[in-house]
């Protein structure tokens, strides 16, 4: 595309241009002008136009901004996983960050939030609706992040993550392969989504801002199943040769035991890469060798 086609493009600014970031940025790039905003901007991804800032340092976002931008996506992850670090991350940053902005709405703002804020621990169904009251900091944080997105000039829109996986994010797998995952079955069920499909569903929801369609304010973005832990690292185990579980395996996380609906984004047209942890795992461990 020529230079002169792409003034006219809308332009997207990725504030926290990490990895899941810089991948929402890479494919918007294809039909947007699209700013990564990060504390060392030569880190954001090819053809992205980066930004250097510290969003904790409002002094650092005066006149970094882009004029006339449509979309806003805050991808944040925490520099320390405290108390502050949350705060800093999810709280303090997007408040200065919307202070900087100035007073034209967006046509979108996007928060990136996480499954976390949900503290459900019966094996039920969450979706949109469903009570979100965090039983510890994290969640309690980001579930204020949330709302000073929700409460901003800015039309906004929240997306709740559940464990994000892939080929850049192989913990469980390696815990699993390394005897160090071992969960006692029936273990809680757990939720998960694939990197690419967290990028592509971020940016599917922005290129149907730009164009105008309407968005609700919440989705969960999780894949179609939600599964119990033990029945991932048995299914893993049947795959592939793992060693046997070592003395203080772990026995899974600290979510709870819920199940996480995808209904809501589906409904919107979005199709998934990878539907269920099979499709996602199968592919790193063929990867493996």
Sequence with gaps: MAMTDRKHLARVLVAGCGKLGGDIATLLARNSVVYGLRRNPDKVPPGIKGLGADLTRPDTLA???????????????????????????????????????????????????????????????????????????????????????????????????????????????????????????????????????????????????????????????????????????AWVRQQVPCKDPVEGARKGGRAGSKRCSNQRLLATGFEFRYPDYKAGYRELIEGLS
């Design 63 to 233: 006149g970094a901004l882009p004029e006339d931008l449509a979309v806003v996506i805050y991808c944040l992850t925490p520099s320390s996983y405290d108390e502050q670090g949350y705060r800093d991350a999810y709280i303090n940053g997007l408040e200065n960050l919307i202070h900087a902005l100035g007073p034209r709405p967006l046509t979108r703002l996007l928060f990136i939030s996480s499954t976390s804020v949900y503290a459900q621990n019966d094996d039920s169904w969450v979706d949109e609706h469903s009570e979100a009251r965090p039983d510890r900091f994290t969640g309690q944080l980001i579930l204020e992040g949330e709302q000073t997105a929700l409460n901003s000039i800015h039309p906004a829109t929240v997306v709740r993550f559940s464990g994000i996986y892939g080929h850049s994010r192989q913990r469980f797998l390696e815990e699993v392969l390394e005897g160090r995952m071992n969960p006692e079955p029936p273990a809680p069920f757990s939720n998960r989504i694939h990197e690419q499909d967290a990028a592509r569903a971020v940016a599917w929801l922005t290129e149907n801002a730009m164009k105008g369609e309407p968005l609700d304010d919440l989705y969960i973005g999780s894949d179609c199943e939600p599964v119990r832990l033990d029945d991932v690292v």
